[in-house]
Nanobody
Framework: QVQLVESGGGLVQPGGSLRLSCECS????????MSWFRQAPGKERELVAS????????NYADSAKGRFTISRDNTKNTVYLQMNNLKPEDTAVYYC????????WGQGTQVTVSS
């Protein structure tokens, strides 16, 4: 059974930090590129960051560059998103996605940035 379980979301003040985790099981994690997406109320889901399989090349949305860092630990089947200097506009449900022979999504974790 494929599972992608996000955690680490919550309420944080502007300027604060959060670290999201996405623990995966049921597929060969090391063969999949991993991404973080987010969806704010009334908006379309958008790509935040992605990391490839072997090269570990990363890509970021302009809104995430310089503040967010994506990483993966293939020994733990987990992908992370370190988010620093959070802004109210970062408020959204954050999802992880595995892309490879198949595509899998997690259920999402809520991030709220508010004072």
């Amino acid at each position: 059974q494929v599972q992608l379980v996000e955690s680490g979301g919550g309420l944080v003040q502007p300027g604060g930090s959060l670290r999201l985790s996405c623990e995966c099981s049921g597929f060969t994690f090391s063969r999949y590129a991993m991404s973080w997406f987010r969806q704010a109320p009334g908006k379309e889901r958008e790509l935040v960051a992605s990391i490839r399989i072997i090269s570990r090349n990363t890509n970021y949305a302009d809104s995430a560059k310089g503040r967010f860092t994506i990483s993966r630990d293939n020994t733990k089947n987990t992908v992370y998103l370190q988010m620093n200097n959070l802004k109210p506009e970062d408020t959204a449900v954050y999802y992880c996605r595995a892309q490879g022979p198949y595509e899998y999504w997690g259920q999402g974790t809520q991030v709220t940035v508010s004072s």
